[in-house]
């Protein structure tokens, strides 16, 4: 099992995904569904960008600097109040880079959803992937910088290979946006296959 995300995915059942639901003006088990396509993507994206070491440093920077001490109650109220949603937009910057459409385009094709709402939602559970990783990576006892660094690149490494050989709707997401056709860059040819993959057309 992807330790990461089943973790995360567990502490965001119930209260969480209601106000996320409520917030986004979806049900319950449509928010349930888009949170299980979403967190993967987001992981297994975070976990490919830390695979090189200047990678995971960046990220432990950032995850010391603005997410340390946060936990996901208190980062998912500022988020519903209105205050995350743009800093949520930020963070997917960094994560995707050039490919933060692709990545809404792909949740909404693996979901149903308007890209819209997709979008939202990824920008709401930004923040709290990164207090998650923040207390994670924090409490993993690693004092040094590097030493920090490498562990938080391990860990991702490791969960974005688990999401990979998982497959199912998270794996087939991450792949089909990060890199379908192999050149980790998704194309039009790619966001066409994309319906295929989902059993859309």
Do not use: C, W
């Not at 639901?21 to 994206?45: E, V, W």
């Not at 920090?148 to 946006?177: C, F, H, K, P, T």
Request: glycine share 20%; aromatic share 2%; hydrophobic share 45%.
């Amino acid at each position: 099992m992807a330790m990461l995300t089943d973790d995360l995915l567990a502490q965001l059942q119930g209260a969480p995904a209601q106000q996320l639901a409520q917030q986004l003006g979806l049900t319950p088990s449509q928010a349930s569904g888009a949170i299980n396509a979403a967190l993967p993507l987001l992981l297994g994206a975070l976990g490919r960008n830390a695979s090189q070491p200047q990678g995971a440093q960046a990220l432990y920077g950032a995850l010391q600097k603005d997410h340390a001490g946060m936990d996901i109650g208190s980062v998912l109220g500022a988020v519903l109040g209105s205050g995350g949603a743009g800093q949520g937009g930020a963070i997917l910057g960094h994560i995707f880079g050039g490919g933060q459409q692709r990545a809404e385009a792909g949740v909404a094709q693996a979901t149903g959803l308007g890209q819209g709402t997709a979008g939202q939602l990824l920008k709401m559970l930004a923040p709290i992937v990164m207090a998650y990783l923040a207390k994670r990576a924090m409490s993993s006892g690693q004092a040094q910088q590097n030493d920090g660094a490498a562990a938080l690149g391990d860990m991702l490494g490791q969960e974005q290979q688990q999401i990979r050989q998982e497959g199912g709707l998270g794996g087939g997401l991450l792949g089909a946006v990060l890199d379908q056709d192999g050149d980790g860059q998704l194309g039009l040819g790619d966001l066409a296959r994309l319906g295929g993959l989902f059993g859309r057309k």
